[in-house]
């Protein structure tokens, strides 16, 4: 079974609307992280934001928030006010265990984000 | 703060050349990972050092690819001989002992003719 789920190949979004992008994930372990990373064209993943199993309050870093939801193992990313620099591909990736030594990421195949004028 | 250095970052060989790939973490990262994307796909664990020891290599294909951090700073990736089937881009990724993120560099684009 596939640990993490990322079920849009493509999605397009107009400049300055807000965008989701959904992730689904897989795990028996109670402690776990969640991230979201950016990759544009040049190749390079860019981390954007982190949600512990344990955080009660869903994560924001600016027009970048996470809507955990736990119980249905979903942690989709939502992108306000979409700019063109936004276009990248977009990969949600899991941390199973208490993180430190071991901390091997697991990520889903991604989501190719378009901003349209 | 420099971020990650990864070198080359294009490199085009023929099957059963050999490659290597080098790569420089953040000052002060004790923690480093290796991963192979191949194309449409997410990125995918080939190694994590701990300082100068390794981890986890349960995904490196050992025949043929091989990696060392000396020192606990630098690393290299070694492929001999390279398959057509190593073309990918290969990501070094380096974390501090404060933090799960992982902080990735541009990657090395590798095409196996």
Partial sequence: AQKITQTQPGMFVQEKEAVTLDCTYDTSDPSYGLFWYKQPSSGEMIFLIYQGSYDQQNATEGRYSLNFQKARKSANLVISASQLGDSAMYFCAMREGLGGGGNKLTFGTGTQLKVEL | ?113
Avoid: M
Wanted: proline content about 6%; charged content about 20%.
């Fill in chain 2, 1 to 113: 703060e420099a971020g990650v250095a990864q070198s080359p970052r294009y490199k085009i060989i023929e099957k059963r050349q050999s490659v290597a790939f080098w790569c420089n973490p953040i000052s002060g990262h004790a923690t480093l990972y290796w991963y192979q994307q191949i194309l449409g796909q997410g990125p995918k664990l080939l190694i994590q050092f701990q300082n100068n020891g390794v981890v986890d290599d349960s995904q490196l294909p050992k025949d043929r690819f091989s990696a060392e951090r000396l020192k606990g700073v630098d690393s290299t990736l070694k492929i001999q001989p390279a398959k057509l089937e190593d073309s990918a881009v290969y990501l070094c990724a380096s974390r501090p002992t404060w933090t799960d993120t992982q902080y990735f560099g541009p990657g090395t684009r590798l095409t196996v003719l």
